[in-house]
């Protein structure tokens, strides 16, 4: 199937900021974690500076960051993007909801399972030392994981991306996740 490029959206604008590979594997909790294949996973996050495309003051005209993808056989739907800012309040993540299939995703039909995945604070402050991400480090000193209003019940421990890479090539990060 390949990674779905999200860095540019249907409207105008690219997002730009450190590369970012995001592979999502998804599984069956009730059947030994068995690969999903043809599930569908829609995934946004904020750009470099904290703001969602389309809803955020300054991209509403946008959509980029934000994109369906279906599982491949592995149940692996893999997105091309940057690594999102922080912005006060929230941990640095990404979104997602999974759905049975890309026509239930279009069409509105049932969600499978909405989440977000949290990322390493080591990799997140080597991304935010870079003049691409202002206002990201001051940001991320204000909260942690536990403190997070969505990580901090168990401090995203079943939402924490595995991420390699470096700044100058661009990281990939992975989670697998049972729905």
Do not use: M
């Not at 279906?70 to 800012?85: E, L, Q, R, V, Y």
Request: proline residues 4%; positive net charge; glycine residues 12%.
């Amino acid at each position: 199937i390949g990674s779905l490029k999200i860095r540019s959206g249907g409207k105008s604008g690219t997002a730009t900021g450190v590369p970012l590979r995001v592979n999502l594997t998804v599984t069956d909790a009730s059947s030994n974690y068995r690969a999903l294949a043809d599930a569908a996973v829609y995934l946004w996050h904020c750009d470099r500076l904290g703001r969602y495309s389309l809803y955020s003051a300054g991209v509403t005209g946008k959509n980029y960051l934000r994109g369906i993808q279906p599982t491949d056989a592995a149940g692996t739907a893999s997105f091309k993007t940057i690594f999102p800012g922080c912005y006060d309040g929230r941990w640095p993540h990404i979104h997602f909801e999974v759905y049975s299939s890309v026509a239930k995703a279009v069409s509105s039909g049932p969600i499978v399972k909405t989440s977000q995945i949290a990322l390493p604070a080591a990799i997140c402050k080597k991304v935010y030392a870079t003049t691409r991400y202002p206002g990201s480090t001051a940001a991320l000193s204000h909260t942690t994981l536990t403190s997070d209003n969505v990580f901090g019940d168990d401090g995203g421990v079943h939402q924490l991306a595995t991420v390699t890479g470096s700044v100058k090539t661009g990281y990939v990060a992975n989670l697998t996740i049972g729905v």
